[in-house]
């Protein structure tokens, strides 16, 4: 059974960067992709990374930059120049396993 636990949000500056790490125990890591959502909005992808290779949201390429440890079966985003409007719960999730974490949330103050 696949379980995915986030963590690394908090709070940070606008212009400020954090790294967000999934832990995806169980995993095979073919496809594992990060998303995001606001509430009253619908959640949305950021970006995924399938056995080595990344694919990222228009919006948010060039900001962010998603990395894989198979030998710590962990997933990062890491993301830089942070917005107010990156505020979200961000979320990871195993294709292959459909299995979602439970969230870390990211809050980018002004």
């Known amino acids: 059974q696949v379980r995915l636990v986030e963590s690394g949000g908090g709070l940070v500056q606008a212009g400020g960067s954090l790294r967000l790490s999934c832990l995806a125990s169980?995993?095979?890591?073919?496809?594992i992709g990060w998303y995001r959502q606001v509430p009253g909005k619908q959640r949305e992808l950021v970006g995924s990374?399938?056995?080595?290779?990344?694919n990222y949201a228009d919006s948010m390429k060039g900001r962010v930059t998603i990395s894989r440890d198979s030998a710590k079966n962990t997933v990062y985003l890491q993301m830089n120049s942070l917005k107010p409007g990156d505020t979200a719960v961000y979320y990871c999730?195993?294709?292959?396993?459909?299995?979602w974490g439970q969230g870390t949330q990211v809050t980018v103050s002004a």
């Open positions: 990374v399938t056995r080595g290779d990344t």
């Open positions: 999730y195993d294709f292959p396993g459909d299995a």
């Open positions: 169980g995993s095979t890591f073919d496809t």
